[in-house]
């Protein structure tokens, strides 16, 4: 499904997020901090967004951009071809680096897409060096307020619409909306974050709510 998105990918972020996007991803490499001159990874990289704003802000750092979908990395290279990035297809399941590798490790929209958020975070903590930062960007389900009913239609209806018009697959994105919809609420996922051992664990909401960053301390 990504493999076969990736080629608007970029395009249907900035309008389902009416262009708030880069904007969460800067928060993030903020909050990932600066790796001096070690090895950073950014995990399910997509089309490479978050490893290059990481990169450009501390170029001193070793930066590694990793994604199961070949054709997304494709998309990546092609974009950032004059950044310092090493990009590589990995499982983040099973990923293939030695314990305490990493000074921090990024991802966006990766737990959503995985069979068990604690496993994949298990596996960042171990190749994350002790006082390593994790950063997590992803949605979250809406609290149900005033607004649920209408951000509920727009998921519903409206983003998959959107897929249809702009990436011509409205099927993928019904599924992306519903992998919203369903998965962890804020406060589950950063319990999830320490039963993985993390700690310091906090998250901020954005965009009424639908969107969580969450970040943490390897232990």
């Known amino acids: 499904m990504f493999d076969n998105i990736a080629p608007s ?38 089309t490479g967004d978050i490893a290059a704003l990481m990169e450009k802000q501390f170029p001193a ?21 004059n950044q310092a990035i090493h990009w590589q297809a990995g499982d983040a399941t099973n990923l293939p680096y030695k314990d305490n590798t990493f000074e921090s490790v990024t991802f966006g929209y990766l737990l959503r897409n ?12 171990r190749v994350l060096k002790p006082g390593g930062r994790v950063v997590c960007l992803d949605t979250t389900p809406p609290e149900k307020n005033i607004l649920y ?8 209806f409206g983003i998959p619409l959107l897929g249809r018009f702009i990436a011509s697959d409205e099927t993928a994105y019904s599924y992306l909306t519903g992998s919203t919809m369903d998965f962890h609420k804020a406060e589950e996922l950063a319990e999830i974050f320490r039963q993985a051992g993390f700690t310091s664990v906090d998250y901020k909401k954005f965009m009424m709510g639908t969107i969580g960053v969450h970040w943490g301390t390897s232990a």
């Open 61 to 81: 750092g070793q930066h590694l951009g990793a994604d199961f979908s070949l054709n997304m990395l494709s998309e990546a290279r092609k974009r950032f071809s």
């Open 9 to 46: 990918y970029d395009l249907m972020n900035r309008v389902m997020t009416m262009g708030q996007d880069q904007k969460w991803r800067r928060f993030v490499v903020n909050q990932a901090g600066d790796p001096g001159t070690g090895w950073v990874l950014d995990l399910a990289t997509g």
């Open 114 to 125: 995985v069979d068990d958020s604690l496993v994949v975070l298990k596996e960042i903590h």
């Open 149 to 156: 009913p209408f951000i509920r239609l727009h998921f519903r």
